[in-house]
């Protein structure tokens, strides 16, 4: 069974939205810390957003004020809301989530999204 399970990419227009989605198996359990991340072709994967006990909220500067992330209890799924999405957001965006009471880490497949100018 497939730890993380990633959905929503695409290619949209700049200044579109799209809707990322990533659900977890029920093989994962206690989690505390869910993230999306970002990684573009040459450059280090930086941290676009998290969410800690599904309450508090963190963006990274680039993103903040234009994505949203969420969690879903009752769905097992994190989602990223991206608006007013820019060229330079293309990348491959991963999601990951970590199990406070293992410490294990868990990483989607990750899935590509493309803003044309």
């Known amino acids: 069974q497939v730890p993380l399970v990633e959905a929503g990419g695409g290619l949209v227009q700049a200044g579109g939205s799209l809707r990322l989605s990533c659900t977890a198996s029920?093989?994962?359990?206690?989690?505390?810390?869910m993230r999306w991340h970002r990684q573009a072709p040459g450059n280090e994967r930086e941290l676009v957003a998290e969410i800690r006990d599904g309450v508090t909220t963190n963006y990274g500067d680039s993103t903040k004020g234009r994505f949203t992330i969420s969690y879903d209890n009752a769905k097992n799924t994190l989602y990223l809301q991206m608006n007013n999405l820019k060229p330079e957001d293309r990348s491959v965006y991963y999601c990951?989530?970590?199990?406070?009471?293992?410490?294990?880490?868990?990483w989607g497949q990750g899935t590509q999204v493309t803003v044309s100018s």
């Open positions: 029920g093989s994962i359990h206690s989690i505390d810390v």
């Open positions: 990951s989530v970590r199990s406070w009471a293992t410490g294990q880490i868990y």
